[in-house]
């Protein structure tokens, strides 16, 4: 997909291209994030797409006008960009949800997943640059990053609170449902 | 090495003038984890989200050397008040 919205950036194409190549690219996601929260396998390879075909050469392109460093910075962007708009709750981790590697992190996931919504997640962990522009995205120093809806909720302390409080489940209530029929269609 | 609990505490007390601050070094001496409990009349009227922030701003210049920060709480002197008072270790007259 990174590879999909550089491209479309370096040749300046049109934004409806873009936009028809995200979605796309949206449904297959889904279903890959999907199997992080029914705790199936290959969660590894979900978020490699978005490693290894940053760079990767592009067939249509000639040599001369492939993807610079600088333009897939640009995409990083666009990444998460496109992930909060497209996915009601994303969450930046370190590790994946079936397996975190910080105790925030798995404290995070675990309270988003009390109430059976569909979860999304990357682990920054794997990508450096991923990391940094999520960071810089949401001018928030620590991880893990929850989003909901479009917009940064805050890290584990402010998550954890938020469901003691009742909040939580005013804010993802809706999104339950909307959920189950996504599934389903 | 990094950062002390008492460049935590310094911090955030430039920088938020709390009335109640509890900083505690949860790393195990080598400073990069900590917890904090902050109550400041600056909190006052913004989201919990704003004063997370602002207790980040304020450790801005020393994140790079802290590995983990959780903020246990953030409230304001009027929400401080009807909790059983944290401060009781003092002792007070």
Known sequence: MARLVSTALVRGLMRSSRASSAAAMSRPAIQKFMNYSSGLGGAPNANGDLTTTRVAADPDTHQDFQPTSKSSEMSFDDIVAQDIKEHPVVIYMKGYPDAPRCGFSALAVKVLQQYGVPISARDILSDLKLKETVKAYSHWPTFPQIFIKGEFVGGSDIILSMHQKGELKELLGDIAQKGEQNGSS | MGV??????????????????????????????????????????????????????????????????????????????????????????
């Open chain 2, 4 to 93: 002390t609990k008492e460049d935590v505490e310094a911090a955030i007390t430039s920088a938020l003038s709390p009335s109640h601050l509890v900083v505690t070094d949860t790393s195990g001496g080598c400073g990069a984890s900590y917890e904090i409990e902050v109550v400041s009349e600056k909190f006052e009227g913004k989201r919990l989200l704003e004063r997370h922030r602002m207790v980040n701003t304020a450790l801005a210049p020393h994140m790079a050397e802290i590995h983990a920060v959780s903020i246990k709480k953030a409230l304001t002197p009027a929400q401080a008040q009807p909790e059983p008072e944290p401060a009781a270790d003092k002792p007070q007259a």
